[in-house]
């Protein structure tokens, strides 16, 4: 067997893996990465860049056949899903060999298969023992696939089905799709499809979509969704799932039993971390009741010589399975593990974002999280109809919703629905990183007209009747 030494050995290939990697170069290290799929992990293959792509492209499709302004004519494109596969797949290839492949050489190394620890200092990969001092496990998460009767024996998909060049990947549009879970990755999928074409239905066991999020949102979204034609089930649960000819039989417990069928089956019942087979036991990692691992606020683990970051510390360290928190993550554990550091992380202000459209982005507590932290809280919430901007353009649809302690005024978080939310949503962030009040965000000077005065218009109405506001709000 062959055996190489690294200063750092990254178990995983992906953003959080790669920002390790890059730091551990320029601090005059080596590094290796491993990866039993495909370079890059998630993100870039099969999650954050060919569901954007393709979202965006069903977007002009709904545009022309719905447009939002009277004398525009709709135009039904017609919509041809190989080439639309094709032109995702290039975009993936272009985006991975400029961002990850040819970054690796000279310093850093990678190595394809399955990465086990060993030994103290040894994993093995395949016919290869990389030996080192330091490790940093990035391997990511997979999609959980929720345990239905009868799913084993039904052809069904998962999140992976927007990957690029593996077997999962789907070539043919469905005629018509139950999605199995209420989550983002649920409602991004389930539009991107609808407006293609197939008919989509989708089920949710709670009585909410996105039940951790503001329930502003959860119901201002299911109203845009079902308006766009997708069939939106609550408090619907599966009893089991089975086969009918070549399509997709599912039986729902809900306010009304029935059955469901449909030409494809997507289960998007959340993510879990990839920490199974790895060995973590023979070096002392420790990981919690979800199968995350256990870290510090340096990201070390139990095992002194072992840190981790990204998806795969799960809610550890109050982290988010979100691809810049990984990649932030994975250069502070390098920089701890190499340079001898202690920087700790601060997940305490994470931005977030679903793709739906209109988009949805949060930020901070909400109000239920606030309280339950001991905040005495004040609220206000604010229909998009009210910003200046929305209206201008015609798109209207969404809410905005801003938590703040009634004391001191500080804002604690921020909910948007709405036109570019996930664009807007950084002023709200770095406002609340710096310990912005109510009043700092309402006395933001703000251009005319843009969707970032939503900020200012929800802070305003804490002290205003912003229905009786000129124009520019002041």
């Not at 951790?212 to 649960?237: A, D, F, M, N, R």
């Not at 920087?343 to 999280?369: C, M, N, S, Y």
Request: charged residues 25%.
């Amino acid at each position: 067997m062959e055996r190489r030494h690294f200063d750092l050995v990254i178990l995983g290939s992906g953003s959080t893996a790669f920002a390790a990697a890059i730091r551990a170069a320029e601090l005059g290290k080596t590094a290796a990465m491993t990866e039993n799929r495909t370079l890059g992990g998630t993100c870039v293959n099969r999650g954050c860049l060919p569901s954007k792509n393709l979202i965006a492209a069903a977007g002009i499709v709904h545009e022309a056949a719905h447009p939002r302004y009277p004398g525009i004519e709709p135009a039904r494109l017609r919509v041809n899903f190989a080439e639309l596969v094709r032109q995702k797949d290039e975009v993936i290839a272009y985006y991975r060999e400029k961002k990850y492949q040819s970054i690796v050489g000279d310093r850093i190394s990678v190595f394809e298969g399955t990465a086990r620890f060993v030994e103290r200092n040894a994993v093995e990969v395949g016919d290869v023992r990389l030996e080192a001092e330091r490790f940093l496990v990035a391997t990511g998460s997979r999609p959980f696939i929720a345990p239905l009767k009868g799913l084993e024996q039904v052809p069904f998909m998962t999140s992976d089905l927007l990957t690029s060049h593996e077997p999962m990947e789907l070539k043919e549009q469905p005629e018509s799709l139950t999605i199995v879970g209420g989550g983002y990755i649920a409602l991004e999928l389930g539009q991107f499809f609808s407006r293609l074409g197939t008919r989509v239905t989708i089920l949710e066991p709670r009585k909410q979509i996105l039940p951790s999020y503001e329930p502003e949102v959860g119901q201002t979204l299911t109203e845009i969704l079902c308006e766009e034609g997708i069939t939106l089930l609550t408090s619907s649960k599966v009893l089991s799932v089975r086969r009918d000819g070549t399509g997709v039989l599912v039986d729902v417990d809900g306010s009304v039993n029935r059955t469901i069928r449909s030409s494809h089956l997507l289960v998007a019942t959340g993510r879990v971390p990839n920490t199974e087979n790895l060995g973590l036991e023979r070096v002392g990692v420790l990981t919690d009741q979800n199968g995350a691992i256990i870290v510090d606020e340096e990201l070390r683990t139990s095992a002194p010589h072992v840190w981790a970051a990204g998806d795969v510390i799960g809610s550890n360290t109050e982290s988010q399975m979100a691809t810049p928190v990984g990649a932030q993550d994975g250069g502070i554990a390098a920089l701890n593990a190499i340079a001898g550091e202690h920087r700790k992380v601060d997940h305490h202000v994470i931005p977030r974002a679903i793709f739906t459209d209109p988009e949805v982005a949060v930020v901070g507590l909400t109000d239920r999280q606030a309280v339950e932290r001991g905040y005495r809280c004040a609220c206000r919430t604010v229909k998009m109809e009210q910003v200046p901007r929305a209206q201008a353009v015609r798109n209207s649809r969404g809410v905005i919703k801003m938590v703040a302690e009634r004391d001191s005024r500080k804002v604690l978080g921020v909910s948007m629905v709405g036109m570019d939310a996930a664009e807007v949503i950084h002023e709200a962030g770095m406002g609340i990183r710096l310990g912005a009040t109510v009043e700092d965000f309402a006395g933001m000077l703000h251009i005319y007209p843009t969707m970032s005065e939503a900020l200012k218009i929800v802070a305003l109405s804490f002290t205003k009747d912003i229905s009786r506001l000129s124009c520019c709000a002041e």
